[in-house]
């Protein structure tokens, strides 16, 4: 029977301070079995994609490629601006360096707070039951005080490679507005890549696209590029893609553009907020046609004098200071490869990758599997052989494809998976177990983390958060006064009270 494999490591490089590598940090600190937890963070603030950054004056971003099809786009480049950083009166103002991010003007999350939250830091009580991107930022920097201490701000990593001692050099360079920073390398035993997966977009490439936006600057963009509706304010307007962002930036840009908006996707969404009088519905684009600014749908209907396309359809998976690991990480984009249980890199898996699933409830997502890295980087789990870890890929290509769809975790699974890293975590070796293992004579101590773990109210609430979201919308400005389920009408309580009357009535 092949043997499990058992790490062991005494340093650590996160990279990136968003809430994944926040949660990530925490555990592995609890373990207190590292001698450096280092975190790298590009951006000089915490909070990674729950950063806003208003887009600049002038031409599109240069990193907007129509089509975009290629994950292996490059690292980010960043964006200077003027920023108070102080926000004290009479101070001057700094030029900063900001990475895009997907946040738009009038975000608000589509899950509602007492489920998205992370499972040690309650929501403030005025907070509204689907927190704004700014109410987010101010939590997750909350989250984040106590490991601040850690991080390298303003540090961009250029380069992971592995060295024959089995460690990881990590190259990181001083974000600089000339590109000469400083640049440093440091070996480390292991690395948990926390950057995400929204920087690349995807852009499919559709007949025609090329000649349309050559004749049209500008009048195709993607989701991350969109920041406010009044920009498509009495144009002819095309969303294509209707998950969470496409849905909610097609019901603000419905608002603001020349009725009907022409919402195309390839199925339903279970997000939807059903028909509307401004809005029709469309199969995906067959063809771009520059003439009459036309475009032409898979049913064969045609529209003309179409002013902008907005793609809403996802990203890449992309990790370019990864790009020479072998065997690869990414080929396609459409997903990760050579991982078990969407974390550990297989051949080597002192490299993990937190959250790269899709469809899921992300901060305890973070933690569950924080939880999970931290105890076997500690050496109080172990991991299954790398057969038996291929096997497990290989199982899940079978069962969900090899695309798009690996890292989709549609609820339920979301919340059982969340059960199983955490059953997997509480698993775990005690300290004094994995001390003898490894020949110390370390005494057994409280350690670790507790994971969380999904009740019968969390995946009540889960099952339930579209309908959730449409009434707190429903409300107008008033939702912004809402903070509770009950509020806009949902009641767990309720609903276990009737659920119990239903079972006496059988009985």
């Not at 109410?135 to 909350?142: A, F, K, P, S, T």
């Not at 984040?144 to 201490?149: F, Q």
């Not at 609430?461 to 579209?466: A, W």
């Given at each position: 029977?092949?043997?499990?494999?058992?790490?062991k490591?005494?340093?650590?490089?996160?990279?990136?301070?968003?809430?994944?590598g926040?949660?990530?940090?925490?555990?592995l600190?609890a373990?207190?079995?590292?001698?450096?937890?280092?975190?790298?963070?590009?951006r000089?603030?915490?909070?990674?994609i729950?950063?806003?950054?208003?887009?600049?004056?002038?031409?599109?971003?240069?990193?907007?490629?129509?089509?975009?099809?290629?994950?292996?786009?490059?690292?980010?480049?960043?964006?200077?601006q003027?920023?108070?950083?102080?926000?004290?009166?009479?101070?001057?103002?700094?030029?900063?360096?900001?990475f895009?991010t997907?946040?738009?003007?009038?975000?608000?999350?589509?899950?509602?707070?007492?489920?998205?939250?992370f499972?040690d830091?309650?929501?403030p009580?005025?907070?509204?039951?689907?927190?704004?991107?700014e109410?987010?930022?101010?939590?997750?920097?909350?989250y984040?005080?106590?490991?601040?201490?850690h991080?390298h701000?303003s540090t961009?990593?250029?380069d992971?490679?592995?060295?024959t001692?089995e460690?990881?050099?990590?190259?990181?360079?001083?974000?600089?507005r000339?590109?000469?920073g400083?640049?440093?390398?440091e070996?480390?035993?292991?690395?948990?890549v926390?950057s995400?997966h929204?920087?690349?977009?995807y852009?499919?490439?559709?007949p025609g696209?090329e000649?349309?936006i050559?004749?049209?600057?500008?009048?195709i963009?993607?989701?991350k590029?969109?920041?406010?509706p009044e920009?498509?304010?009495?144009?002819?307007?095309?969303?294509?893609g209707?998950?969470?962002?496409?849905?909610?930036?097609?019901?603000?840009?419905?608002r603001?553009?020349?009725?009907?908006?022409?919402?195309?996707?390839?199925s339903d969404?279970?997000?939807?907020?059903?028909?509307?009088?401004?809005?029709?519905?469309?199969?995906?684009?067959?063809e771009?046609v520059?003439?009459d600014?036309?475009v032409?749908?898979e049913?064969?209907?045609v529209?003309?004098?179409v002013?902008?396309?907005l793609?809403?359809?996802?990203?890449?998976?992309?990790f370019?200071f990864?790009d020479q690991?072998s065997?690869?990480?990414?080929?396609?984009?459409?997903r990760?490869?050579?991982?078990?249980?969407?974390?550990?890199?297989r051949p080597?898996?002192?490299?993990a990758?937190p959250?790269?699933?899709?469809?899921?409830?992300?901060?305890?997502?973070?933690?569950?599997q924080?939880?999970?890295i931290?105890?076997?980087f500690?050496?109080r789990?172990?991991?299954?052989s790398?057969d038996?870890m291929?096997?497990?890929?290989?199982?899940?290509?079978?069962?969900?494809g090899?695309?798009?769809?690996?890292h989709v975790?549609?609820f339920p699974?979301?919340?059982?998976?969340?059960?199983?890293?955490?059953d997997?975590?509480?698993?775990?070796?005690?300290?004094?177990q994995?001390?003898?293992?490894?020949?110390?004579?370390?005494?057994a101590r409280?350690?670790?983390?507790?994971?969380?773990?999904?009740?019968e109210?969390?995946?009540w609430?889960?099952?339930?958060?579209?309908a959730?979201?449409?009434a707190f919308?429903?409300?107008?400005?008033?939702?912004?006064?809402k903070?509770?389920?009950?509020?806009?009408?949902?009641?767990y309580?309720?609903w276990?009270?009737e659920?119990?009357?239903?079972?006496?009535?059988?009985?």
């Open positions: 029977m092949p043997a499990e494999r058992r790490l490591v005494d340093s650590v490089c996160i990279i990136g301070a968003g809430p994944s926040l949660a990530a940090a925490k555990y600190l373990e207190r079995a590292f001698s450096r937890v280092t975190i790298y963070e590009q000089s603030s915490v909070g990674g729950w950063n806003y950054v208003p887009l600049p004056s002038g031409a599109p971003p240069k990193d907007l490629a129509v089509p975009q099809t290629n994950p292996h786009a490059g690292r980010d480049e960043p964006i200077w003027y920023s108070n950083a102080d926000k004290v009166l009479g101070s001057r103002d700094q030029e900063e360096a900001a895009m997907p946040l738009y003007d009038r975000l608000e999350t589509n899950i509602p707070r007492g489920l998205m939250g499972s830091l309650p929501w009580k005025e907070c509204q039951l689907f927190p704004k991107h109410q987010v930022l101010e939590y997750i920097e909350r984040a005080e106590d490991v601040r201490d991080i701000f961009q990593v250029l992971v490679r592995l060295l001692d460690r990881w050099a990590v190259k990181s360079q001083a974000v600089s000339d590109g000469r400083k640049v440093d390398e070996a480390f035993d292991a690395v948990v926390a995400g929204f920087n690349v977009p852009v499919p490439h559709v696209i000649e349309w050559t004749a049209h600057p500008g009048s963009s993607h989701s590029f969109y920041r406010r920009h498509y304010t009495g144009k002819k307007v095309v969303v294509v209707n998950s969470a962002s496409g849905i909610d930036i097609g019901a603000q840009i419905e603001e553009c020349k009725h009907p908006l022409l919402a195309s996707s390839k969404s279970y997000l939807s907020t059903g028909p509307s009088e401004g809005k029709v519905e469309k199969p995906p684009i067959a771009y520059v003439k600014r036309s032409r749908f049913d064969g209907s529209e003309s004098e002013d902008a396309v793609y809403c359809t996802g990203y890449f998976y992309s370019p990864l690991l065997p690869p990480l990414i080929t396609t984009g459409e990760t490869e050579n991982l078990y249980q969407h974390i550990f890199y080597h898996p002192s490299l990758f959250v790269l699933n899709q469809k899921v409830i992300p901060f305890p997502f973070a933690e569950a924080g939880a999970v931290a105890r076997v500690s050496g789990l172990s991991l299954p790398d038996e291929q096997e497990w890929e290989e199982q899940v290509k079978s069962d969900t090899d695309g798009r769809m690996f975790l549609k699974r979301d919340g059982d998976y969340i059960n199983m890293c955490h997997w975590a509480l698993s775990a070796d005690k300290p004094g994995s001390s003898r293992m490894s020949g110390g004579t370390v005494a409280e350690v670790g983390r507790q994971p969380p773990y999904w009740g109210k969390e995946y609430t889960r099952e339930r958060f579209p959730i979201k449409k919308q429903g409300f107008g400005e008033e939702r912004h006064g903070h509770e389920l009950e509020d806009v009408g949902f009641s309580e309720q276990k009270r659920k119990h009357d239903e079972c006496r009535k059988l009985i």
